[in-house]
């Protein structure tokens, strides 16, 4: 039997059945499969503005109509708002740069 404290800092018996002992059990094949995926260079961050990996991290702001509309465009693409978002930014920073080199090409032949 299992003792369990209540809101008063009183012990009350609760008859824990045999399967749930067995699902409170730690799973160590799970977590030997976790630990062999995860990096050996210590934690990455997630945090904006930090690195993750050789990424850099950014938060993005947008208001409610304009987030809505970027939902329904990624659900139309079977993709999600995050990589839709991704792929749009990466494509306009090529777009940027293929613009300045036309600029710096036509500035040469003047």
Do not use: C, H
Request: no cysteine.
């Amino acid at each position: 039997m299992a003792f369990r404290f209540n809101s008063r800092n009183s012990k009350q018996r609760d008859a824990a059945p045999a399967q749930e002992v067995e699902e409170a059990a730690p799973d160590t094949e799970l977590e030997s499969y976790l630990a062999a995926l995860a990096p050996e260079t210590g934690a990455e961050t997630t945090d904006a503005g930090k690195r993750f990996g050789d990424a850099q991290v950014y938060q993005l702001r947008l208001s409610l109509i304009a987030s809505d509309e970027l939902k329904q465009i990624a659900q139309a693409r079977q993709t999600s708002p995050q990589a839709l978002a991704q792929e749009w930014v990466l494509e306009r920073l090529s777009w940027e740069a293929d613009a300045a080199a036309q600029r710096r090409q036509a500035y040469r032949y003047r």
